[in-house]
């Protein structure tokens, strides 16, 4: 199928456009899992808004389900590059574009119902951003992330170069700090989600610095970047609460050992961190079978 445009037939296939094919206007099952996955978080919104079930407090529960959304998904596309060399699955690739726009998309989602909080009083809205430094943070957040979005395309791509389009792309790690503090700021009472996230962003982060200096890590590498993570994300909440609640740090040192109060982040982000490791080792394993 060819489209005229006046000037030049282009031949392009036009199902090449839509998000679940591929280059050559296949349906690719991958990217048709990821968008599916993407956008059923905005479907299940969606049906709860219809059918009433979003509780007493709508818009507010609309904004802080799309919100955490927003850092899940953030999360997701920095992912993509570790796993996709870890696990040595580089398909992932395909998917790297979509997963990053759709956080914009939820970002933007999220300051949009937002001001239908605030019944469309832009004027209102403007003050709160200017004056709850929060709210500031996470519009900043917002507004590099359609800097990033606007420079997905092929087009820009090549408009940029690639070395001044992967520095500008770069940017995508102080808006994720940006929008974890905006997570922690807003939470109040309960921080546990936030200090997984930032657990899980600093083995992210961990794996690229490792990654810069020392190149690929390997098996026992991804061991050392996973119990790293894990050691930082169970200190730096027992440090965090020791100071805010008064509590001493050996006492919540102890803490993370005590499953009677919840399985705390630190297990959470190690069994993460060793379950790349395992199938990095199972895959590299397998290479080595198929090459013998």
Known sequence: MSVDTGSRRLTRPIPVYLP??????????LKLTAFLA????????IFHSLSGTLGPRPWEEAIHR????????????????PLRRALRWNALITVRRMVGVSVFLAVALHLL???GQQSWDLLKVATEIVLRYYLAIGFVALLGLAALAATST??????LGGKRWQLLHKLVYPIGLLALVHFFLQSKSDVTEPILFSGLFV???LYRVWRWRLGDPSVAGLFIIAVGAALLTGLGESIGISLKHNVPLPVMLASQFDLGIGIRPVWWVLLAGLAVMVVSAIRQYQRQLASA
Do not use: E, K
């Open 20 to 29: 679940w094919t591929d280059r050559t206007g296949r349906t690719s099952t």
């Open 38 to 45: 993407l956008l059923a978080p905005a479907l299940l919104l």
């Open 154 to 159: 092929d087009g820009m791509t090549r408009r």
């Open 66 to 81: 799309v919100g955490w959304w927003s850092v899940v998904f953030l999360l997701a596309s920095l992912a993509v590059t």
């Open 113 to 115: 119902l937002y001001m």
């Open 203 to 205: 083995w992210l982060m």
